[in-house]
């Protein structure tokens, strides 16, 4: 069975970098059926993309939602089969639930894990 859960600190000063990871167990991170995905959900709002990698035939590939490219970073651990992610210079807006998922097509990410609040406050 495929899991994934996420990790980190679940309290982010203003101006400091959220910084998560995403553990993932019964797959390994490095096939190319698959991209390991990033959404968010603030709090009352709709989820959010953040944005996504994999490898695919040319190697591996990252893409960020263009709001929020210029302070995401996405990276791999394979040696723990780990997904991480990195938010600069974070607001009180950024306060979300975040999540990590598998994605293997468009609009379809299956499983999810179960999310981890962050909240972004002084």
């Known amino acids: 069975q495929v899991q994934l859960q996420e990790s980190g600190p679940g309290l982010v000063k203003p101006s400091q970098t959220l910084s998560l990871t995403c553990t993932v167990s019964?797959?390994?991170?490095?096939?190319?059926?698959?991209?390991w995905t990033w959404i968010r959900q603030p709090p009352g709002k709709g989820l959010e993309w953040i944005g996504d990698?994999?490898?695919?035939?040319?190697?591996?590939?990252?893409t960020y939602s263009p709001p929020l490219k210029s302070r995401t970073s996405i990276s791999r651990d394979t040696s723990k089969n780990q997904i991480a992610l990195q938010l600069n210079s974070v607001t009180p807006e950024d306060t979300a639930v975040y999540y990590c998922?598998?994605?293997?097509?468009?609009?379809?990410?299956?499983?999810w894990g179960n999310g981890i609040l962050v909240t972004v406050s002084s």
């Open positions: 998922a598998r994605w293997s097509g468009p609009g379809f990410m299956d499983p």
């Open positions: 019964g797959d390994s991170i490095t096939t190319n059926n698959y991209f």
């Open positions: 990698i994999g490898d695919i035939g040319a190697g591996e590939s990252t």
